[in-house]
């Protein structure tokens, strides 16, 4: 199973980024879905989760601003970033627990997306 994370790059504050997730492998199911973010010399943080029903859980921090959703047709994740800020620089990554056609649930994560919110 592989996670690629898209859509990263430079805005500047007050714009708008959309991240894009894309599973592939040998996928049965996907249960719940995860943005985390790190910022240098930070530790890594959850910044929203989704569930297989699509319930919707976020940080205090991007409530507002980021919305988390998902296409269980195309095993993709999205996180539209409104608002952004300086603050929102970070590595982006996607994570998800998976369940593979062998039928074994693991969880897995993407390589990351540099997102930079200038002043």
């Known amino acids: 199973v592989q996670l690629v994370e898209s859509g990263g790059g430079l805005v500047q504050a007050g714009g708008s980024l959309r991240l894009s997730c894309a599973a592939s492998?040998?996928?049965?199911?996907?249960?719940?879905m995860r943005w985390y973010r790190q910022a240098p010399g930070k530790q890594r943080e959850l910044v929203a989760t989704?569930?297989?029903?699509?319930?919707?859980n976020y940080a205090d921090s991007v409530k507002g601003r980021f919305t988390i959703s998902r296409d269980n047709a195309k095993n993709t994740l999205y996180l539209q970033m409104n608002s952004l800020k300086p603050e929102d620089t970070a590595v982006y990554y996607c994570?998800?627990?998976?369940?593979?056609?062998?039928?074994?649930?693991?969880?897995?994560w993407g390589q990351g997306t540099q997102v930079t919110v200038s002043s």
């Open positions: 492998g040998s996928i049965y199911s996907i249960n719940a």
């Open positions: 994570n998800a627990d998976v369940t593979t056609m062998v039928l074994r649930t693991s969880n897995y």
């Open positions: 989704i569930t297989s029903g699509s319930n919707t």
